[in-house]
């Protein structure tokens, strides 16, 4: 037994990787290089030979060859990042793009790129450093109470990646034109003209392999566990501060050159993992090795066939979109140890707090905000506190907007509570599920595909895809028995699907990308009355139900043996509830986007004020939801006024203005 | 300013005037050009004022906004001024234009109280055409159809700009003004200028190549040149393509603006260097043009061009001279 796992080596995948890498490149070659097959191609030329010998040679020395040496480069930074982030977390789905940091890396750069000019000048990649650690940080922040258990820790990771998409598209949407070329770096493109980035990455890289070499036997420690790590005389704190530190750089190095490289950083170390490389020091010599083939080979697959793409295709982005069913694949076959849902103080204080003020106030505040936002705007004249002679206006213009974003708001925070109280997770929300994202990936694909785009078109293939989605979750889930970890990792999965796609259409600076965007984002600007009511009574007659479902998720967070021993059929309930979820999502989606952090921030919101048990835990969050996002609506169409900023980005913004505010409590 | 300043001095050769490219008697010229101009603008607001202008029209493209310029109606308002200024330049929008928020998203209550008797919209823009035309109603003008001959469309467009608006002679002037801007330019190009390939640069590794369905397509063939760009191109006429791919045995065509990051590749990349176009000094750069234009676009895209082609071929020995 023993012996056959030695045999298998990661050597076995990596051969047929170089093989059809060589294949594909002397097919290329000979393109570009026609005596190349007749062995008489000499690589330096003059200036002064025939003008196409000269071209071809430097399209084959400044372009070919420093871009396949790029993929190699970027996919080992990433690979060896990888390994040191899943070794450091005990986390095997840990990696740059799952915990942020890629996109944190990126944030930093477009924020530079647009407000501070100057300090891309002193050093794009320590942007994209100080960005993708400060993101890091919020990332483990966020999951350190939960003693950072892997799934906790890929959550918070996806959090901090649909905020900072967020706050990306305010960015994209206000400076589309400015925007085109980030928006093919952002897609990672590897596209080389000189060696300069190679000559970039190749020393860096090559430090931090060697700091990592150095590290191999204190980080093989870490696999024990850590007391007996620091009886061994290793300062574990540090050492864990040191190689994150360095993943961080290496990541940030390579995605300050080629934009964000989805999931090689994911795949390689697990890959490699799984066909045999069991210790630390196999990992950290294959991972890399692995890494840098297999973006090597994608590349060299899109460089061949792109010709044939009336759209360019960022080979990072094509990477991230064969991650997303790697990722499904991997998740039965991972064993996600310690992470029992622990049940916080608050839902199991039975006994509530009076709670009939707070409703009051909760009640006050929304009429208020209602009034603010039917009765108070700017205008080029400055501000306008009096409606009166504007009924037009206010009945055309405000009150849909207004409607739909309290309908959207409530039920977006019924289905956070319930998903939340369903997995025991506060980090859960409709948006993790993926059925937001699965929504938005729809939407894009109808706009991409239709010339003329109708709302009515719109809304058919938002709920399309909202189905086709949920049928995704619950086929995958349904022999686990919709247990709250995978159910949450599918719908990581389903996201991580969006993102590229995402970037591929960003990056051919289609000019329908605005209204892309400006639904994506979540605009309350194309309700008219009747959808804005409907919103509204489809909100109100969920929460009148609300009663029906408040006992299962009374029990359900006491765990699975609890609940089936008070006699509810758990399986059967997570997936009625799960539909549920799905259906309120979807409508949602529809009116605000997939942005929103509605759902994740209301049930906090409620919690904190109080409501513990569910029924008035689901009544205090949808209440708090409306109140989100009507003023969400209300500030997005002062703030930058007369640009309108959609309801949904706001109150994105927000909710992430909350989360690194709560940070503190955690 | 120098394009500014040969600008002036293109239209003075097109009005019929020998050239005499000495750069000591420009500000002289540039005095009585401006005078010309003057006259021209003058006679067409003349126009105008004798008519109906007092219809208040919103439009949300800027390839409308242009047109509608064009035409000597000031629209009461449009999408993002200051991005307009940028990409568009050409004709500069006057202060008193309200600038109604987003392209996709026009803020409409301040739309309402603009009084608007019209607005116009591309398809681009149609999921908002419903809301819109609560406001006033919304026509919606087809511009770029690949089906039709792009000229035409362009065309087509003016008139029924003119149309809509009660300015029907004018566009029949501007039509006219630049068919014949056009015909003077082509007259007096060299039929063996070599193909034409013209770009944009996105960062320094990737360009936009400019093929069939483009504007700056359409105006090269119009001037009775060849475009060297033959790849795939989008819906819009362009495709994304690395520096590599920019070999041609003519002119490549640069059109700013050139973002801050793609400068370098001009002073030291070998890629580049070694491009033919590059090794025999024939790479022409034009001001910004919009690349979406309507017909002022395309004849000021002519003009840059035919401008940059004229001092090449001065400069160029063996080329025919102009």
Redesign the interface.
Known sequence: MISIHQRASPAYICLPLVIICVVITFNLLSHTLPGLSHGSFDFFVG?SAP?AK??S???V???VLPRMTIALLVGAALGLAGVLMQQVLRNPIASPTTLGVASGAQLGLLLATLFA?GLLAFGSEWVALAGGAISLLIVLSLSWHRGLAPVAVVLAGLVVNLYIGALSTVLI??H??EF???M??AAG?L????WSDTLHLLPRLVVAAIIAGLMVRPLGLLELDESGARSLGISVRKLRLLSLGLSVFITASAVSLVGIVGFVGLAAPVIVKLVGARTLAQRLLWAPVFGGLLLLTTDLFLLQYS?Q????VPTGAMTGLLGAPLLLWLIPRLSLKGTAPNTSKATLQLTSKPTSRMFLWLLVLLLVSSIVALFV?Q??GGWIFNGTGQW??IV???LPRVLAAAGAGVLLALAGTTIQRMTGNPMASPEVLGISSGTAIGLIVTIYFS?????PL?VLAGSMSAVITLAVLILLNRRTGFQSERLLLTGIAITALFDPLRSIFL??????I??V??WMSG?T??V?FSTGLSALLLAVMVVALTPLVARWLDLLPLGRNVALGLGLSVDKVRLILLALVAILTAFATLIVGPLSFAGLLAPHVARMLGFSRALPHLVGSAMVGALLMISADWLG?QVL????I?AGLVAALLGGAYFIWGLRRY | MLFFLDNLLLSFRCLGHAPTRVRGLLLLQLFFLTLVSLNVEAAVSSLSQSQNASLRVAAIDWTLVETLMSLGVVPVATAQIK?YQ??VVEPSLPEQV????????P????A??LNLDLILIS??????E??LS?IAPVQTLTTYNPEKDFWQNLVDTTRRVGELTNHSAEAEVVIEHHRSRIDQMKEKIAMDTPPLLVVQF?????V?AYGKGSLYDMVIKQLGLQNAWK??????GY??????EL?TQGYLVIVDPV????EG?FDD????Q???AV?HDRVLSLPAVWS?GALPSAVRFADELYQALTEQHATEPGLRNL
């Open positions: 200036l003008e000269v071209m040679t430097a399209v020395q400044f372009s000019p949407l206000f589309q034109e085109r070329g980030l093919i770096w493109s596209a080389q003209n000189s010709a793409l009336p759209s360019m705007t205008s080029t037009a206006s055309n213009w405000r010339s003329d785009v109708t709302v719109l990056a051919n600076g289609d000019p329908r605005q209204q965007i400006a605009s600007y194309y008219d169409r006024f007369p640009q309108e959609p | 991005d940028a990409w309200v600038d109604i928020g987003l392209r996709a998203q803020n409409r209550e301040l309402a109280s398809p681009l823009y149609s999921a908002i419903p809301t609560q996105i960062d320094d590794r990737h936009r790849g795939e191109t989008n819906m819009w495709t994304t393509v690395g520096i590599e070999v973002p801050m990051s793609a590749v990349n070998r890629l580049w070694a491009l033919p090794r979406f």
